[in-house]
């Protein structure tokens, strides 16, 4: 299936970087977020506070994230950009006391990944706006130097899951009678693989020490140099979801922009961005990933033709017209490698998916998109086996919508995504539709998810009010939707995204902002 709009032969020409766009800012939007971060924040440390998440109706918290302390890792960067100097204090301090080398006894199962996005590069990221443009927030240079030594110890705690045969990390690690073990799965997959590079190699740049970079690079090398090709890059670019970790070839053969495979080719383009001159072949592998998609994966829904999606696959001849809220980053990603590349078309296709991406929040009744979403393709035929029509009670929405919401999957846990790709479009291009967007998104969410001393997921975004609550503040709540939601309206700055190949800072894909490499600060 190609996208007639779009192919490769256009896709390979590279256009004259456009003048830097103007930015308006918004005060009045900017204390709006600042309030419900400082009203999230509260709930938090009262009630959950130094374990991981809030449960803000039942006012007590869970150990979701190993007992360390999660929200507050995650909320320190957004606290930074924010310049809210008490909350900065409270987190810096709770930094100096975890204890990495045990968990919380409800908590023993720890993701390498997880762990990586959240933790690891909060502290990461604290570190370097505290010791660079936001350093006038630090309390003193013993306690910024603990943040670093805490994130080299998370990362040795971490290191072990790499001692497999092939180098590829074992996702799992289980703390029990007084030490870690790694658990014993026999794959692990694209993104909790490919989603570990961006920070290990920045703490190895941070260190002097290339032990972390050669770790997460080397389990890389199975994903930038696919060893059966035929099983695992059914189309260029695009590779299938679970590789073994004993030999480092690839299980099956699906995949797309959804979880389990989405921030692999997310960092792909920001390792460039971080250092053009060491990973100029993950830009490569991006650009292959990404006309594969616009050729084979691009698609239009019968009732909203105008709309684009990227399917999802299972091998090369078969495609499923599902995504999610969690894929709505592919327009900010696309954007992001169009701006690095100069390359209009990739940020104009990237539009494109942002359109497509505020539609699924605009037709539902609380204006908020959800979790998992359908469609039929326009380009196949009606009676193909995988392109079904809506069910009957979805066909009215569908026709509206370009879109339909499959039984159970219209929660929304408080994801950024869609919100993250207003970012990123606003930032491009300067066009305050997108602040706008951003900010209509926002209220919608603080007046559906608002619920007892914070924010909870909520059960069906197209019911009045949502349809119940989850109870369940989710640390990238802090780390992300409030992020991005601030930035968006905020004032410039060295840390914002600008419309150039030069960015001196990147987001890893918890929204923590990193120095890149030889910029200095």
């Avoid at 990362?155 to 029990?176: E, M, Q």
Wanted: charged share 15%; net charge negative; aromatic share 14%.
């Amino acid at each position: 299936m190609v996208n007639l709009r779009w192919t490769s032969a256009l896709l390979g020409c590279a256009l004259p970087a456009l003048a830097q766009p103007s930015y308006v800012s918004h005060p009045d939007r900017t204390a709006a977020v600042k309030e419900a971060f400082q009203r999230s924040w509260d709930g938090y440390f009262q009630y959950a506070f130094p374990n991981d998440t809030l449960r803000p109706i039942s006012k007590t918290y869970e150990n979701d994230r190993n007992g360390w302390g999660a929200s507050a890792v995650d909320a320190i960067s957004t606290a930074l950009v924010m310049g809210n100097q008490d909350v900065i204090n409270q987190i810096v301090d709770h930094i100096q006391t975890i204890n990495f080398q045990a968990t919380a006894p409800e908590s023993t199962n720890v993701s390498v990944f997880e762990t990586t996005i959240r933790y690891l590069a909060g502290l990461l990221s604290a570190y370097d706006f505290l010791t660079g443009p936001l350093k006038q927030y630090a309390k003193d240079q013993a306690s910024i130097d603990k943040i670093l030594a805490q994130a080299v110890s998370l990362a040795d705690v971490l290191s072990v899951t790499f001692n497999t045969p092939s180098g590829i990390p074992i996702n799992t690690l289980n703390y029990g009678n007084g030490g870690y073990q790694v658990g014993g799965d026999t794959t692990n997959g694209l993104a909790t693989i490919g989603t570990l590079v961006l920070e290990w190699t920045h703490l190895s740049d941070i260190t002097g020490n290339d032990t972390y970079a050669k770790l997460s690079q080397a389990a890389e090398e199975y994903l930038l140099n696919v060893k059966n090709p035929d099983v695992g890059e059914p189309f260029p670019g695009l590779l299938g979801t679970d590789v073994n970790v004993t030999d480092g070839t690839f299980t099956d053969s699906s995949g797309g922009w959804n979880g389990g495979t989405d921030s692999y080719y997310e960092y792909l383009i920001k390792m460039y961005v971080y250092d053009q001159d060491r990973f100029g072949l993950y830009k490569d592998r991006w650009i292959a990933a990404v006309d594969s998609s616009i050729k084979y994966l691009a698609s239009h829904p019968t009732s909203r033709p105008e709309l684009t999606f990227l399917a999802a696959y299972d091998g090369p001849n078969q495609l499923s017209f599902v995504s999610t809220h969690l894929a709505c980053f592919d327009g900010g990603n696309f954007i992001l490698g169009g701006l690095t590349l100069d390359n209009d078309q990739y940020k104009q296709f990237g539009l494109d998916l942002v359109e497509a991406c505020h539609e699924t929040y605009v037709a539902t009744v609380t204006g908020i998109g959800p979790e998992v979403f359908n469609w039929q393709d326009s380009n196949l035929p009606a009676n193909a086996s995988n392109n079904s029509p809506p069910p009957n009670d979805s066909a009215n929405f569908y026709n509206t919508a370009g879109f339909w919401i499959p039984s159970g999957g219209g929660s929304y846990v408080l994801r950024p995504e869609v919100i993250e790709s207003f970012y990123y479009a606003y930032r491009a291009t300067g066009d305050t539709k997108y602040q706008d967007w951003a900010w209509e998104a926002f209220l919608n969410i603080n007046a559906t998810c608002s619920a007892g001393v914070g924010f909870s997921s909520i059960d069906d975004v197209n019911v009045a009010g949502g349809g119940g609550f989850d109870d369940f503040q989710e640390s990238f709540w802090f780390a992300e939707v409030l992020k991005y939601s601030y930035l968006i309206q905020a004032d410039d700055a060295e840390w914002q995204i600008n419309a150039a190949h030069d960015n001196t800072w990147v987001f890893n894909t918890e929204a923590h902002p990193f120095q890149v490499k030889g910029k200095p600060i």
